[in-house]
């Protein structure tokens, strides 16, 4: 448990530098982390209650029930009071209602149309979480209705709407944070790596290879009924109506649950991108920070290689199980979003100059080479490389990070480490947040651009001021940048 107040943060933090420098941060990078904590940031004293909505809440693996973890941590959860719930599924509505009537919140409305919470005059605060179909209509009903909004990664379905998120951010003046918490949280193992690459340790950067997984294959998954309680014409949304599929596979070479709702939405581009847009939110966000390209992209994308989904249409998973997508940026760079088979990497050390370990039979034993699918953003400079993962940061020289950087880079004001608490403090600030809209949106577009790539199979040349495709193949890219919706949903500005 955390004790109260300031002091308390700096302790936490104190007791896990241990865990962080095992993981490859230096010493010197966990004390100024210590050193910016100040009275009433981060999250770490009561600065007042804000009134919290969700929108898409309750499923057991509902990101918006992790962030709402997160508002119970001390120092966010003398801020945050939970007045509305809002979900399409009546089971996921009981489950947070029981979750947050164990914590003292026995009178929170609950529905199941968005727009009746919005509407709410005591709420100030709405997170979205949920599928990626439908963050921008709800994103925007919020900011023009005066609320501060919190809405999770990916932001949009296209590039289109993550625009018309960011415009109506920007005119609203409302405080709006990306869930892409790796800028923040990981005990700022992304933030320094951003750092040392920016200050040009590694020299300039050739080569970013972002290791985002590959996408499962269902085959067609069968009709069926429509579980009780959920509301499937709610859920669908804007996207076409399709009948409701799921299926249990107890037998043959692939078991498992499939479906085309909860969760698994992800693996059909009807409602998502795959991994390009779910772990690439994370990862290539990472590389824009890296580039300084915060609000502008690359300027150019194509597919290495691909392999085609079994299923083009709506009636299975339907996004690319493997791939390689190479961006162009205008510094000479090269960003790789991969589903592995990455560039393999030896000689990689922490920052104290130890080699990278991997637990085996109850054993720490060192890994002589990192493989080319694990997990994370590896960055390859003229001089030399950097590895960061959520658990691992390494370069060719352990110098690179064991040295104190003379002139701190200040990416942001703070070296926040709680995303959430970033928000509750910009909320009462009124400042923007470590991942605003220029950033959210400038990054989902980049997953976007991706899917779009993969999609037509064109080499394709992208203004990142003008957000479209221009040269050879643009009017074939151009026609993917937005998405007809099934009326009467439609995409304002």
């Not at 004293?45 to 973890?69: C, D, E, H, M, T």
């Not at 034993?365 to 691992?392: A, C, K, M, S």
């Not at 990416?411 to 995303?419: E, K, S, V």
Request: hydrophobic share 35%; net charge positive.
């Amino acid at each position: 448990m955390f004790e109260r107040g300031n002091l308390s943060r700096r302790g936490f933090l104190r007791r896990s530098v241990a865990g962080l420098t095992a993981a490859g941060l230096p010493a010197w990078y966990a004390d100024r982390l210590l050193a910016d904590i100040t009275p009433g940031s981060d999250g770490s004293g009561p600065n007042g209650k804000v009134n919290f909505g969700w929108v898409g809440i309750g499923s057991p693996q509902s990101r918006a029930l992790q962030i709402y973890g997160e508002s119970r941590r001390k120092g966010n959860v003398e801020r945050v009071n939970n007045v509305a719930v809002c979900d399409v599924d009546a089971r996921h509505v009981k489950r947070a209602q029981d979750i947050l009537k164990k914590d003292g919140y026995a009178s929170v409305e609950t529905t199941n149309d968005f727009r009746k919470l919005t509407d709410r005059k005591d709420v100030d605060v709405v997170v979205v979480a949920t599928p990626d179909h439908w963050h921008a209509l709800v994103a925007i009903e919020a900011l023009r209705k005066g609320k501060d909004v919190y809405c999770e990664k990916p932001l949009t379905l296209t590039v289109a709407e993550a625009l018309a998120v960011k415009k109506a951010a920007d005119e609203t003046g409302r405080v709006f944070q990306t869930g892409n918490q790796q800028r923040s949280e990981y005990g700022g193992m992304f933030r320094l790596a951003t750092e040392v690459v920016r200050a040009g340790r590694i020299g300039k950067v050739k080569t970013i290879e972002c290791r985002i997984g590959g996408n499962p294959q269902s085959g067609v998954i069968k009709e069926a009924p429509v579980p009780e309680g959920l509301d499937w014409d709610m859920w669908l949304g804007p996207t076409a109506k399709v009948p409701y599929r799921y299926e249990e596979r107890k037998e043959g070479p692939r078991r498992g649950t499939f479906t085309n709702c909860h969760y698994e939405f992800r693996w059909l581009y009807e409602y998502s991108g795959g991994k390009m847009t779910d772990w690439g939110a994370h990862h290539l966000d990472i590389a824009q920070w890296v580039l300084g390209k915060d609000g502008s992209g690359p300027v150019g994308v194509e597919v290495i290689d691909a392999k085609e989904p079994e299923v083009k249409g709506p009636e299975g998973y339907n996004t690319h199980p493997t791939f390689k997508v190479k961006y162009t940026y205008d510094t000479g760079a090269e960003v790789i979003a991969m589903d592995g088979r990455g560039t393999a990497v030896k000689g990689l050390r922490k920052a104290d100059g130890s080699a990278l370990t991997r637990r085996r039979g109850g054993k720490e034993v060192p890994l002589e080479e990192l493989g080319g699918d694990e997990n994370g953003v590896l960055i390859l400079g003229e001089n030399g490389t950097v590895f960061v993962g959520r658990d691992l940061l390494a370069a060719s020289d352990p110098k690179v990070l064991s040295e104190p950087l003379k002139d701190d880079p200040k990416l942001y004001p703070t070296r926040h480490t709680n995303h959430l608490g970033n928000f509750l403090d910009c909320v009462k600030s009124r400042e923007k947040p470590i991942c605003n809209q220029l950033v959210g949106a400038g990054s989902v577009i980049v997953c976007h651009l991706g899917v779009i790539a993969l999609q037509t199979g064109k080499k394709l040349t992208w203004d990142p001021k003008a957000n479209k495709f221009t040269g050879a193949n643009a009017d074939e890219g151009n026609k993917r940048l937005a998405r007809e919706m099934r009326a009467p949903w439609k995409l304002e500005g």
